[in-house]
């Protein structure tokens, strides 16, 4: 079964609201395993918008409308959609009640003629409850299409489609559809389709899809069946597999799991705090640690030594290696990482030095040039980067390359 998502109002065409229904709303249908090919956005008018959905009837089985079901005149999705469909409007006694209870309970001194307008449905609908809201949600049914209209605030909108809107169409479409996440570090996507490439040339169900993130790479792996038990047999043997043949590149097969969340349980796991030293980064490392609720546990202390004055003093770089092999080089790098340990007695050190640009960059050192260190257990390791982009893009693969070097060695040498 199909469905096409239609977000009407012409503030989201200009660009003065963010759109977030529309990713709410594919999500769901997704999960319901329901086909979604087309979104569109229109803005409040009435021809455009009846042009959109008669589209839209066309070619998909059930469209949700989200917005333009307000008081004012230029709210025109109900009018619209009744006038499509043939179906004459009406007012409905209860929802007017409930809208007049609703302004009342919340304190309207003045109730305006124009509020009357949303008691107005079109004959035959379904109505749907708005408990934090006047405009009821509707759904339509004609000659084997539904359009399904739900008002645009997301908290009006997302409690009717969790309580009203998601059991009905669960109830058309029996089927669902679930996914699992697997979540890969220091690997390319190229890398990765091509150790994955006879399971993706064989997917039917379930199918694999790979997604590039900065640093990262997401393989989504999604099967459809009749229930959550039936889809777990069917994504178990794929991920496993595609886990094994992958390894430690995989840092997580968890949805909403960050790598800065593996690297902090890692840490607690294991009992090890942590120093961060970064030069071109500026602190971003360690703000990503920080982020992760419990991080206290586990970070000892940050450093940004972003002269060569503060990696001598704080760190404990030799001047005589920032002279010879300068401030961006394998040697610099592997004494922050040491000289981090050292200053606070944590367990482990990611220490990080490059050159993000615009300026700076020489012959031998191009902007994108990175180092990244670990030291733990007496051992160092280094890795050396060139990325490409922004100074922004450079900055942040460097410190998802320096989460994910932390994070596979304190596997090397605890796991």
């Known amino acids: 079964m199909t469905v096409e998502l239609i977000s009407v109002g012409t503030e989201l065409l200009m660009g003065n609201i963010v759109n977030t229904n529309t990713q709410y709303l594919a999500e769901k249908c997704a999960l319901l395993g329901l086909s979604l090919y087309y979104q569109s956005v229109v803005g409040d008018n009435r021809e455009r918008l009846g042009e959109t959905l008669r589209t839209a009837l066309d070619r998909s089985d059930i469209v949700i409308l989200t917005g333009g079901l307000g008081p004012t005149e230029d709210d025109l999705t109900k009018e619209t959609c009744a006038e499509v469909l043939g179906m004459p409007l009406v007012e409905d006694k209860r929802t007017h009640e409930r809208i007049e209870n609703y302004l009342k309970s919340n304190n309207f001194a003045v109730i305006t003629e124009n509020n009357w307008k949303q008691a107005l449905v079109p004959e035959g609908a379904i109505i749907l409850d708005n408990d934090n809201g006047t405009a009821p949600g509707l759904v339509l049914e004609k000659e084997g299409k539904t359009a399904i209209l739900l008002p645009g605030p997301p908290n009006e909108m997302i409690p009717i489609f969790r309580k009203q809107v998601y059991p009905y169409l669960n109830h058309r479409q029996p089927e669902l559809i679930r996914s699992k996440m697997i979540k890969v570090c220091s690997l390319g996507e190229s890398v990765i389709e091509d150790k994955l490439l006879d399971l993706i040339d064989a997917q039917t169900n379930p199918t694999i899809a790979t997604y590039a993130k900065t640093g990262e790479v997401h393989i ?196």
């Open 220 to 415: 989504r792996v999604t099967a459809r069946a009749e229930s959550e038990e039936a889809a777990k047999k069917l994504l178990s043997p794929v991920v496993k597999e595609i886990k094994s043949r992958l390894g430690n590149y995989v840092y997580s097969t968890k949805e909403h799991e960050t790598l800065e969340m593996v690297v902090v349980d890692l840490l607690k796991k294991y009992d090890l705090t942590v120093t961060t030293a970064e030069s071109c980064t500026g602190g971003l490392i360690a703000g990503r640690l920080v982020n992760v609720p419990g991080a206290s546990d586990v970070f000892h202390s940050g450093f940004v030594t972003y002269t060569n004055k503060a990696k001598r003093k704080f760190l404990d770089v030799s001047k005589s290696t920032l002279k010879q092999y300068g401030a961006v080089s394998e040697q610099t790098v592997r004494e922050m990482a040491i000289g981090g340990v050292f200053a606070t007695e944590s367990d482990a050190c990611i220490a990080v030095t490059g050159i993000a640009g615009p300026g700076g960059a020489t012959d031998d050192k191009p902007v994108g040039l990175v180092y990244i260190a670990t030291y733990m257990k007496d051992k160092v390791n280094v890795e050396e980067y060139h990325f490409q982009g922004s100074r922004a893009k450079i900055r942040e693969q460097s410190v998802v390359k320096a989460l994910d070097l932390l994070r596979r060695s304190i596997l090397e040498n605890y796991g």
